[in-house]
């Protein structure tokens, strides 16, 4: 078998193509989370603490010179991403939760009865039969 051929083969099969599309999704709902945080959750949490924009908080290690721009510490863009991930993580884990309590509920849902095979229907008619013979 060709590379490329391998490489089709591969790249259709439909775990590959399912994987794509969930990084796709991915990183449109990361911008989402970080867009709800950087504009909706900070905000109020900086105006309770005293008026702080969490993104502009960090500390001067150097200060900036004619010649190098100032070395800082960014510890507020750092807040603002762990809040991203924290917010990221449980709505992952909602997600999940909802997905394994349909599993369960799809599991613990009896089976539809089985149809009898010809030779059960046979078996019992001739069953009816003999009854009937008495």
Known sequence: MGMMAEFKEFAVRGNVVDMA???IIGAGFGKIVSSLVADVIMPPIGLAVGKVDFSDLS???KEKTD???AVTLNYGLFLN????FSILAFAVFLLVKGINRLRRKQAAAP???VAPTPQENLLAEIRDLMKARG
């Open 67 to 69: 010649e190098a721009a």
């Open 81 to 84: 991403t762990l809040i991203d």
């Open 21 to 23: 599309v969930g990084i």
């Open 111 to 113: 089976a539809p009865p």
């Open 59 to 61: 500390i001067t290690l």
